[in-house]
């Protein structure tokens, strides 16, 4: 664990037994021609490209001001989809998330407009957060020294790897103190010194009385920036607590994953570097 | 297990099998009411729920920036990869006129019979016209398009929209400048009325933004909408008046088909050419509805139908030579004989017809676009 903040018992998210339903079109079944098409719609049938996936199984926890929430699960465990809900872009099925103000989500596939300059992305970015002219002015060099992007940002995004992009998009959504920040893998695209930056960021954001939520499938990075995790397996919550490192060690075992070597007084990776926030 | 598990949805945290760690966890305190309470307690609200309309509006209000700095930004990139670049802003609406006027005007004699200077006429019609069906096209996309940004980052969803029409305006605006060069060298006069152009814009804009707002919601909701809109707009082109002369079907079809001649008027589109040329163009001054004393004769000739009951076989005889033979020369009763009919209701209530319009538009849409604005990100 990084970071030990004193945690205050106000709750900034409360998940309240949440259910989360897609929709999926063309999801094979007919053999998508205009005839069977004509047939369903004349059979008053369902069309059977729709397909529901049952994402999120009813989940319900708190969290508090000052907690960095890491989730943790193998790929389609729901954990996008959690987030997704949380940030109010996915409506709920069944049962509710209540926040304290509006989360912000930075995901890695969030590319802002790609045609336009990285230069344009951060002005237009950081207008649609509401900020003025002047606070953009004043925090514009900040945004691109923080995303290191250099002289790129002068470039259209598409011309980014998505190790830029996705350092540009956390520097815009990094700009603003975020009461509740939601991060997506966004950070695992990013170097070594990205990272230590945007480990300080988040750092700093929680200690402003915000709440993170991380996902991410690099458990390292959980364990450093995290207080609390969450274990979603097909929907539901397997474990959850503030003992990062023990939830994820079962989750390492029960996936099936490297067996972390740890020293038994510190309980910190062995072969791993020092966390830079410790 | 050690973990914290759900015994039924509804239900609180399982507290038998918790280890230590957990249950001095943030996680496993939760008081002992429902969660919902708890929230309700410390004053959260549901994330998927829609602001209340004043706050919405007034953060709509903040990202007025956003708003023209997107659709600038837009604008730029649109024409970046073609060679011409910008140059295409103004190509895009002289080619389009060029090919009505082709069509319309050299080709097929019949549609351009009973108007004043028809090339200005359909110029008009063309540029006025195609900003309400760009605006329809692009913003009933406008949600698709702008996927990443709406999941990446909170801002009213209205904001796209608008900007799409903000984009759409700036093409107008140049397509406005062309006109008035095209107006001006066609010898029509500088009035004052062409400040009339000013208020008609306003007006245009609002119903644009209002049925932009529609589209974006219903094209975000319905895939099926973006395969039926060109229908729709060709539709909307051909009862508009965008070719030919409404004046003359609603003479026409006045007397068995009332009702229709009026709808075929009420037509906002129409309402909305129909004042931008009675602006700029003195010619459709003069030969609107009502800008000579009533005359059935004259009107009946110009408009080619049969003989009205209670004319004279002579004065129908002197008007339908008139009209076949061009005459009177600079006012020919072939191209102005509309002026000599009763005029209607919408002809004389154009002004309050388009602010009707445009108020209704804009509010419908903005309410209409509103009521989802949650599920915008769902995709």
Known sequence: ?278 | MRSTRLKSPGQLLETGAVPAAAQHGAAADVPGDSLAALAAQHGLKPSAERPRLGLYLRELARRWNFIMGFATARNIAMYTEAKLGQLWQILAPLLNAGVYFLIFGLLIKGVSRGVPDYLVFLVTGVFVFSFTQRTFISTSKVITDSLPLIRALQFPRASLPLAYVMIELQQMLLSLVVLFGLVLARGEPLTWNWLLVIPATLLLIMFNAGIGLFAARTGARVNDFAQLLPFLMRTWLYVSGVIYSVQQVVVQHAQNYGWATTLLQLNPAAIYITLFRNSLLASQRASAFGAQPYNAANCYAWAGTGKPAGVSTKAWDTATKAVSNGTPHGHSLSQYGSAYCHPTFVSTHLWQLGAGWAVVALLLGFWFFWRKEVNYGRG
Request: proline share 3%.
């Open chain 1, 1 to 278: 664990m990084a970071v030990a903040d004193p945690q205050s018992t106000e709750p900034t998210v409360v998940v309240d037994d949440l259910h989360v339903v897609y929709r999926v079109y063309g999801a094979g079944g007919d053999r998508g021609t205009a005839a069977t098409a004509l047939f369903r719609i004349v059979g008053r049938k369902r069309r059977p490209s729709i397909r529901e996936v049952h994402a999120i199984r009813g989940l319900s926890f708190v969290a508090y001001r000052g907690d960095a929430v890491g989730i943790i699960g193998r790929n389609g465990a729901g954990k996008s989809t959690l987030l997704r809900a949380i940030a109010g872009l996915l409506p709920p099925e069944r049962g509710a998330v209540y926040t304290m103000c509006e989360a912000s989500l930075l995901g890695v596939n969030a590319a802002l407009l790609e045609d336009l300059t990285g230069e344009r992305n951060v002005v237009l970015g950081c207008l649609a957060m509401g900020m003025t002219k002047r606070e953009i002015k004043d925090k514009f060099q900040h945004i691109v020294d923080f995303s290191g992007v250099g002289e790129f940002i002068h470039l259209p995004m598409k011309t980014y790897s998505s190790g830029m992009g996705s350092r540009l998009r956390f520097a815009i959504a990094a700009a603003k103190s975020h009461e509740i920040l939601l991060i997506d893998e966004a950070l695992a695209t990013g170097d070594a010194e990205f990272r230590v930056k945007s480990h300080a960021r988040i750092d700093e954001l929680r200690r402003q009385a915000g709440t993170v939520f991380l996902v991410a499938h690099d458990l390292e990075e959980v364990e450093d920036t995290c207080n609390r995790v969450i274990w979603l397996e097909q929907g539901t919550i397997v474990e959850q607590g503030e003992d990062v490192i023990g939830i994820i060690d079962r989750y390492i075992d029960a996936s099936g994953g490297e067996k972390v070597t740890r020293d038994p007084v510190t309980r910190k990776r062995i072969s791993a570097p020092e966390p830079a926030t410790a």
